[in-house]
């Protein structure tokens, strides 16, 4: 698993467990932190955690507004706990993260929601987040990391073969 990946997972957790409790935790930095000692012991990247924990409370009213809009069968009281923290994640990633391209934040929803949800989450999540992504690109709202231009395979391949070639060359004599 990715730490990346792990990091969602945890955030997530975290979310899950302020959600259960009505909204209120008397200390998410706490939460996160716990999460993280259980769950992801050895995960490099920590802050990403907390990064996104922060930034869906902070923009919760729109993101909340957001899985309404794009959601309407669905009251959001009525999405399962899972679901619902999983497409907050996504949305916050998709609207308001300038370093995590959209297509990413899709999927690692979706893989979230497969993990995690129930048997039908993946489609769920797919479902509105793709209908959010479709209509940002429509009124042309494209984040500047999704308008770089992804490396090809090759390159991406080339480029691991050198980082292992080089970590496999014996240490340079002092």
Known sequence: MSNRHLARTVAMQTLYERDF????????DAAVARNLEEFAPGLDDKGFSKELVDGVLKHQKDIDATITKYAPAWPLPQI????????????????HSDTVPS???????????????????GKFVNGVLGAIFKDMIASGVVKEVDKQEPKKKEEKEGEEAEKKAEAALPPEPA
């Open 80 to 95: 399962t706990i899972v679901d619902r923290n999983i497409l907050r994640i996504g949305v916050f990633e998709l609207k």
């Open 103 to 121: 297509k990413v934040a899709i999927n690692e929803a979706i893989e979230l929601a497969k993990t995690f949800g129930g048997e039908s989450s």
């Open 21 to 28: 409790h009505g909204g209120k935790m008397d200390d998410t």
